[in-house]
Protein backbone atom coordinates (compact mmCIF):
# COMPACT_ATOMS: atom_id res chain seq x y z
CA UNK A 1 0.00 0.00 0.00
CA UNK A 2 1.51 3.28 -0.71
CA UNK A 3 0.65 5.50 2.46
CA UNK A 4 2.47 8.52 1.11
CA UNK A 5 -0.14 8.30 -1.82
CA UNK A 6 -3.01 7.95 0.90
CA UNK A 7 -1.52 10.68 3.16
CA UNK A 8 -1.62 13.06 0.12
CA UNK A 9 -5.05 12.01 -0.95
CA UNK A 10 -6.51 12.80 2.81
CA UNK A 11 -4.99 15.98 2.85
CA UNK A 12 -6.29 17.19 -0.53
CA UNK A 13 -9.47 16.88 0.65
CA UNK A 14 -8.96 18.58 3.87
CA UNK A 15 -6.93 21.63 2.51
CA UNK A 16 -7.36 21.94 -1.24
CA UNK A 17 -4.82 24.47 -1.64
CA UNK A 18 -2.33 22.11 -0.37
CA UNK A 19 0.69 21.14 -2.34
CA UNK A 20 3.59 18.93 -2.41
CA UNK A 21 6.96 20.08 -1.99
CA UNK A 22 10.38 18.70 -1.81
CA UNK A 23 12.53 20.32 0.44
CA UNK A 24 15.69 22.01 -0.78
CA UNK A 25 17.68 24.04 2.14
CA UNK A 26 16.16 23.27 5.39
CA UNK A 27 17.40 25.73 8.80
CA UNK A 28 16.02 25.82 11.96
CA UNK A 29 13.03 27.32 11.29
CA UNK A 30 12.91 27.94 8.03
CA UNK A 31 12.60 25.57 4.99
CA UNK A 32 12.95 26.57 1.05
CA UNK A 33 10.82 24.28 -0.73
CA UNK A 34 10.11 23.75 -4.64
CA UNK A 35 6.71 22.82 -4.95
CA UNK A 36 6.75 20.21 -7.16
CA UNK A 37 4.12 21.01 -10.32
CA UNK A 38 4.88 24.34 -10.64
CA UNK A 39 8.39 23.97 -10.08
CA UNK A 40 8.40 27.39 -7.92
CA UNK A 41 10.94 27.55 -5.28
CA UNK A 42 9.12 29.01 -2.30
CA UNK A 43 9.76 29.76 1.90
CA UNK A 44 7.83 28.16 4.51
CA UNK A 45 7.86 27.69 8.02
CA UNK A 46 6.95 24.07 9.94
CA UNK A 47 3.86 23.17 12.46
CA UNK A 48 5.44 23.42 15.45
CA UNK A 49 3.96 19.73 16.49
CA UNK A 50 6.15 18.67 13.60
CA UNK A 51 9.44 19.95 14.57
CA UNK A 52 9.06 18.47 17.60
CA UNK A 53 9.01 14.88 16.78
CA UNK A 54 11.22 15.08 13.63
CA UNK A 55 13.11 18.07 12.10
CA UNK A 56 12.46 17.97 8.35
CA UNK A 57 15.65 17.71 6.04
CA UNK A 58 17.09 18.11 2.50
CA UNK A 59 14.91 15.52 0.12
CA UNK A 60 11.65 15.32 2.23
CA UNK A 61 8.72 15.36 0.43
CA UNK A 62 6.10 17.67 2.51
CA UNK A 63 2.48 19.22 1.78
CA UNK A 64 2.23 23.09 2.12
CA UNK A 65 -0.29 25.23 2.31
CA UNK A 66 -0.49 29.03 1.94
CA UNK A 67 -0.08 31.11 5.55
CA UNK A 68 -3.04 33.69 5.93
CA UNK A 69 -0.75 36.35 7.99
CA UNK A 70 2.26 35.65 5.88
CA UNK A 71 3.30 35.69 2.51
CA UNK A 72 5.20 32.29 3.56
CA UNK A 73 4.23 28.87 3.20
CA UNK A 74 3.44 26.61 6.13
CA UNK A 75 4.25 22.67 5.98
CA UNK A 76 1.50 20.56 7.75
CA UNK A 77 2.69 17.18 6.54
CA UNK A 78 6.47 15.34 6.32
CA UNK A 79 5.97 12.17 4.27
CA UNK A 80 6.79 9.34 5.04
CA UNK A 81 11.11 9.12 4.14
CA UNK A 82 11.84 6.30 1.74
CA UNK A 83 15.38 6.48 3.35
CA UNK A 84 17.82 8.72 5.65
CA UNK A 85 21.62 9.50 5.46
CA UNK A 86 22.09 9.61 9.27
CA UNK A 87 24.56 9.16 12.28
CA UNK A 88 23.41 8.50 15.92
CA UNK A 89 24.61 11.02 18.54
CA UNK A 90 26.12 8.64 20.87
CA UNK A 91 25.51 10.61 24.50
CA UNK A 92 21.94 11.66 23.97
CA UNK A 93 21.15 8.76 21.52
CA UNK A 94 19.50 10.90 19.22
CA UNK A 95 19.69 10.23 15.20
CA UNK A 96 20.84 13.18 13.63
CA UNK A 97 19.45 12.92 9.78
CA UNK A 98 21.11 14.94 6.74
CA UNK A 99 19.21 14.38 3.78
CA UNK A 100 16.61 11.53 2.92
CA UNK A 101 14.85 10.14 -0.18
CA UNK A 102 17.70 9.46 -2.32
CA UNK A 103 18.04 6.61 -4.86
CA UNK A 104 22.34 6.81 -5.07
CA UNK A 105 25.29 8.26 -2.84
CA UNK A 106 27.63 9.23 -5.28
CA UNK A 107 31.08 8.67 -3.41
CA UNK A 108 33.64 11.78 -4.51
CA UNK A 109 37.09 10.98 -3.91
CA UNK A 110 39.99 13.16 -5.93
CA UNK A 111 42.73 10.67 -7.48
CA UNK A 112 45.69 13.43 -7.28
CA UNK A 113 44.69 16.14 -4.33
CA UNK A 114 43.53 15.74 -2.14
CA UNK A 115 44.92 12.57 -2.40
CA UNK A 116 42.98 9.00 -2.18
CA UNK A 117 42.52 7.85 0.72
CA UNK A 118 41.29 4.41 0.31
CA UNK A 119 39.77 3.85 3.43
CA UNK A 120 37.71 6.82 3.53
CA UNK A 121 35.81 5.40 0.49
CA UNK A 122 35.59 2.17 2.88
CA UNK A 123 34.14 4.11 5.39
CA UNK A 124 31.85 5.65 3.40
CA UNK A 125 30.97 2.28 1.67
CA UNK A 126 30.21 0.80 5.25
CA UNK A 127 27.73 3.79 5.79
CA UNK A 128 25.86 3.22 2.64
CA UNK A 129 25.78 -0.16 3.51
CA UNK A 130 23.78 0.69 6.59
CA UNK A 131 22.19 3.35 5.09
CA UNK A 132 20.62 0.95 2.68
CA UNK A 133 21.29 3.03 -0.44
CA UNK A 134 23.32 2.16 -3.34
CA UNK A 135 26.59 3.47 -3.92
CA UNK A 136 28.48 4.88 -7.10
CA UNK A 137 32.26 5.75 -6.84
CA UNK A 138 33.76 8.72 -8.47
CA UNK A 139 37.17 8.64 -9.26
CA UNK A 140 37.28 12.61 -10.00
CA UNK A 141 40.25 14.60 -11.30
CA UNK A 142 41.61 11.84 -13.65
CA UNK A 143 43.18 14.80 -15.50
CA UNK A 144 45.62 14.66 -13.33
CA UNK A 145 46.20 11.13 -12.98
CA UNK A 146 49.66 9.85 -12.59
CA UNK A 147 50.03 7.02 -10.34
CA UNK A 148 49.73 8.23 -7.65
CA UNK A 149 48.04 4.75 -6.11
CA UNK A 150 47.49 1.46 -7.72
CA UNK A 151 43.53 2.40 -9.34
CA UNK A 152 43.44 -1.04 -11.37
CA UNK A 153 43.29 -2.82 -8.12
CA UNK A 154 40.80 -0.44 -6.33
CA UNK A 155 38.42 -0.68 -9.41
CA UNK A 156 38.45 -4.42 -8.91
CA UNK A 157 37.75 -3.98 -5.43
CA UNK A 158 34.57 -1.98 -6.09
CA UNK A 159 33.67 -4.47 -8.85
CA UNK A 160 33.63 -7.48 -5.98
CA UNK A 161 31.64 -5.32 -3.86
CA UNK A 162 29.36 -4.83 -6.69
CA UNK A 163 29.76 -1.42 -6.81
CA UNK A 164 29.74 0.75 -9.77
CA UNK A 165 32.69 3.29 -10.43
CA UNK A 166 33.27 6.43 -12.66
CA UNK A 167 36.53 7.53 -14.39
CA UNK A 168 35.78 11.48 -14.14
CA UNK A 169 37.48 14.61 -15.13
CA UNK A 170 35.61 18.61 -15.18
CA UNK A 171 38.12 19.30 -17.64
CA UNK A 172 36.24 19.69 -20.72
CA UNK A 173 39.94 19.25 -23.01
CA UNK A 174 40.47 15.79 -20.71
CA UNK A 175 39.42 12.39 -22.39
CA UNK A 176 37.62 11.59 -19.24
CA UNK A 177 35.01 14.43 -19.79
CA UNK A 178 32.95 11.94 -21.60
CA UNK A 179 32.38 9.82 -18.53
CA UNK A 180 30.31 12.98 -17.13
CA UNK A 181 27.93 12.16 -19.99
CA UNK A 182 27.61 8.74 -18.92
CA UNK A 183 27.23 9.12 -15.36
CA UNK A 184 24.29 11.67 -16.42
CA UNK A 185 22.26 9.18 -18.09
CA UNK A 186 22.44 6.80 -15.16
CA UNK A 187 21.20 9.64 -12.80
CA UNK A 188 18.61 10.00 -14.86
CA UNK A 189 14.76 10.46 -12.98
CA UNK A 190 16.76 9.63 -9.69
CA UNK A 191 17.66 11.91 -6.55
CA UNK A 192 21.61 11.50 -5.79
CA UNK A 193 23.89 13.13 -3.26
CA UNK A 194 27.92 13.82 -3.52
CA UNK A 195 29.63 12.59 -0.59
CA UNK A 196 33.59 13.08 -0.30
CA UNK A 197 36.37 14.94 1.42
CA UNK A 198 36.29 18.85 0.83
CA UNK A 199 38.38 19.89 -2.11
CA UNK A 200 37.68 16.89 -4.07
CA UNK A 201 34.89 18.38 -6.70
CA UNK A 202 31.49 17.27 -5.69
CA UNK A 203 30.51 21.19 -6.34
CA UNK A 204 32.23 21.32 -9.45
CA UNK A 205 31.34 17.88 -10.89
CA UNK A 206 27.11 19.12 -10.34
CA UNK A 207 28.03 21.75 -12.37
CA UNK A 208 29.40 20.07 -15.16
CA UNK A 209 26.58 17.55 -14.83
CA UNK A 210 24.28 20.34 -15.26
CA UNK A 211 26.32 21.21 -18.95
CA UNK A 212 27.33 24.06 -17.26
CA UNK A 213 24.07 25.95 -16.01
CA UNK A 214 24.84 25.66 -12.70
CA UNK A 215 27.54 27.67 -11.08
CA UNK A 216 28.14 26.87 -7.68
CA UNK A 217 30.47 28.05 -5.23
CA UNK A 218 33.86 25.79 -5.99
CA UNK A 219 36.85 26.53 -4.41
CA UNK A 220 40.54 26.77 -5.69
CA UNK A 221 42.98 24.78 -3.46
CA UNK A 222 45.04 26.94 -2.04
CA UNK A 223 48.84 26.29 -3.28
CA UNK A 224 50.54 24.02 -0.91
CA UNK A 225 47.39 23.10 0.44
CA UNK A 226 45.73 20.05 -0.48
CA UNK A 227 43.22 19.92 2.10
CA UNK A 228 39.94 21.38 0.66
CA UNK A 229 38.69 24.76 1.63
CA UNK A 230 35.28 23.91 2.96
CA UNK A 231 34.07 25.65 0.41
CA UNK A 232 29.88 24.19 0.53
CA UNK A 233 28.34 25.21 3.92
CA UNK A 234 24.94 23.99 3.81
CA UNK A 235 23.47 20.53 2.35
CA UNK A 236 21.49 21.52 -0.64
CA UNK A 237 19.29 20.26 -3.04
CA UNK A 238 19.74 21.24 -7.00
CA UNK A 239 17.63 20.94 -9.63
CA UNK A 240 18.57 19.80 -13.03
CA UNK A 241 16.19 19.01 -14.71
CA UNK A 242 16.34 15.56 -15.46
CA UNK A 243 17.21 14.75 -11.88
CA UNK A 244 17.87 16.28 -8.72
CA UNK A 245 21.47 16.44 -6.76
CA UNK A 246 22.15 17.32 -3.00
CA UNK A 247 25.46 18.81 -2.95
CA UNK A 248 26.95 18.89 0.34
CA UNK A 249 30.21 19.97 2.45
CA UNK A 250 33.23 17.75 2.75
CA UNK A 251 34.21 16.13 6.04
CA UNK A 252 37.75 15.77 6.49
CA UNK A 253 37.11 12.06 8.25
CA UNK A 254 33.86 10.47 8.71
CA UNK A 255 33.23 8.73 12.27
CA UNK A 256 31.56 5.55 12.20
CA UNK A 257 31.85 5.07 16.16
CA UNK A 258 28.07 5.03 16.39
CA UNK A 259 27.84 1.95 14.64
CA UNK A 260 27.94 -0.93 17.62
CA UNK A 261 30.46 -3.65 16.76
CA UNK A 262 27.57 -6.06 15.96
CA UNK A 263 25.76 -3.98 13.48
CA UNK A 264 29.42 -3.54 11.49
CA UNK A 265 29.76 -6.75 10.60
CA UNK A 266 26.40 -6.37 9.06
CA UNK A 267 28.26 -3.33 6.93
CA UNK A 268 30.54 -6.23 6.01
CA UNK A 269 28.24 -8.64 3.21
CA UNK A 270 31.37 -9.77 1.68
CA UNK A 271 33.07 -10.52 4.73
CA UNK A 272 30.10 -12.04 6.82
CA UNK A 273 30.15 -15.43 5.46
CA UNK A 274 33.96 -15.60 5.53
CA UNK A 275 33.46 -14.80 9.39
CA UNK A 276 31.72 -18.00 9.94
CA UNK A 277 34.93 -20.07 8.48
CA UNK A 278 37.06 -19.18 11.07
CA UNK A 279 37.52 -22.26 13.30
CA UNK A 280 36.64 -20.23 17.16
CA UNK A 281 33.39 -17.72 16.78
CA UNK A 282 35.10 -14.85 18.48
CA UNK A 283 37.73 -15.21 16.26
CA UNK A 284 39.78 -11.50 16.34
CA UNK A 285 41.02 -12.46 12.52
CA UNK A 286 45.00 -11.67 13.75
CA UNK A 287 47.84 -13.49 12.66
CA UNK A 288 48.40 -15.06 16.07
CA UNK A 289 44.49 -15.94 16.19
CA UNK A 290 44.24 -20.12 15.52
CA UNK A 291 42.11 -21.49 13.40
CA UNK A 292 41.67 -18.39 11.33
CA UNK A 293 40.06 -18.25 7.86
CA UNK A 294 42.11 -15.34 6.79
CA UNK A 295 45.72 -16.46 7.92
CA UNK A 296 45.22 -19.11 5.34
CA UNK A 297 44.46 -16.66 2.34
CA UNK A 298 46.93 -16.28 -0.42
CA UNK A 299 48.29 -12.55 -1.38
CA UNK A 300 49.42 -13.30 -4.69
CA UNK A 301 45.84 -14.18 -5.89
CA UNK A 302 44.01 -10.87 -6.31
CA UNK A 303 41.11 -12.13 -4.69
CA UNK A 304 42.44 -12.99 -1.56
CA UNK A 305 44.45 -9.90 -1.74
CA UNK A 306 41.08 -7.93 -1.89
CA UNK A 307 39.45 -9.89 0.67
CA UNK A 308 42.25 -9.29 3.11
CA UNK A 309 42.32 -5.41 2.26
CA UNK A 310 38.45 -5.31 3.06
CA UNK A 311 39.58 -7.22 6.61
CA UNK A 312 41.96 -4.51 7.02
CA UNK A 313 39.37 -2.14 6.67
CA UNK A 314 36.84 -3.80 9.00
CA UNK A 315 39.18 -4.03 11.82
CA UNK A 316 40.38 -0.63 11.41
CA UNK A 317 36.65 0.45 11.92
CA UNK A 318 35.69 -2.16 14.47
CA UNK A 319 38.51 -0.93 16.77
CA UNK A 320 36.91 2.41 16.76
CA UNK A 321 33.43 0.95 17.14
CA UNK A 322 34.56 -0.69 20.41
CA UNK A 323 36.08 3.02 21.66
CA UNK A 324 32.06 3.36 22.80
CA UNK A 325 31.25 1.12 25.88
CA UNK A 326 27.47 -0.93 25.45
CA UNK A 327 26.26 1.01 28.27
CA UNK A 328 26.39 4.63 26.04
CA UNK A 329 24.54 3.18 23.12
N1 LIG B 1 42.10 19.34 -12.37
C1 LIG B 1 40.86 19.20 -11.91
N2 LIG B 1 40.41 19.99 -10.91
C2 LIG B 1 39.14 19.82 -10.46
C3 LIG B 1 38.28 18.83 -11.02
N3 LIG B 1 37.09 18.89 -10.36
C4 LIG B 1 37.22 19.88 -9.45
N4 LIG B 1 38.44 20.43 -9.51
C5 LIG B 1 38.96 21.56 -8.67
O1 LIG B 1 39.06 21.17 -7.31
C6 LIG B 1 38.79 22.26 -6.45
C7 LIG B 1 37.71 21.92 -5.43
O2 LIG B 1 36.47 21.70 -6.11
P1 LIG B 1 35.04 21.87 -5.38
O3 LIG B 1 34.03 21.52 -6.39
O4 LIG B 1 34.94 23.18 -4.69
O5 LIG B 1 35.16 20.74 -4.25
P2 LIG B 1 34.05 20.29 -3.18
O6 LIG B 1 34.17 18.80 -3.09
O7 LIG B 1 32.73 20.84 -3.54
O8 LIG B 1 34.59 20.92 -1.82
P3 LIG B 1 33.75 21.40 -0.49
O9 LIG B 1 32.60 22.23 -0.95
O10 LIG B 1 34.75 22.17 0.29
O11 LIG B 1 33.31 20.14 0.21
C8 LIG B 1 38.42 23.42 -7.37
O12 LIG B 1 39.57 24.21 -7.59
C9 LIG B 1 37.99 22.73 -8.65
O13 LIG B 1 38.15 23.55 -9.80
C10 LIG B 1 38.79 18.00 -12.09
O14 LIG B 1 38.12 17.11 -12.62
N5 LIG B 1 40.07 18.24 -12.48
MG1 LIG C 1 31.41 22.09 -2.54
ZN1 LIG D 1 39.40 -15.28 11.96
Redesign the pocket.
Known amino acids: MDVNRICTTFSHLWYLESMEAKIIRSSKREFDCLILDKKQEVKAVCLREILKKEHPVVGDKVLLREMESDDRFEIYEVCERQNEIFRRIVRSRKKKVIASNLDAILI ?1 TSVSKPEYKPFLIDRYITRTVQWNIPAIVIF ?2 M ?2 FDNQFDLEFEKKKFESLGVNYFE ?4 VNSRYFSQVEDLRSLLRGKTTICL ?1 Q ?8 ISSLSGGEIELL ?4 AKGVEK ?5 TWAELIDLGEFFMVDS ?2 VRTLSIADISPDELIECFPDLEPLFGQCKFKDCRHEKKSKGCYFNELNEENLEDLITLHRLHAYKKMREEAETIPDWQR
Do not use: Y
Open positions: VNKDEISNEGSGVGKSRLSARLGAHTTPG
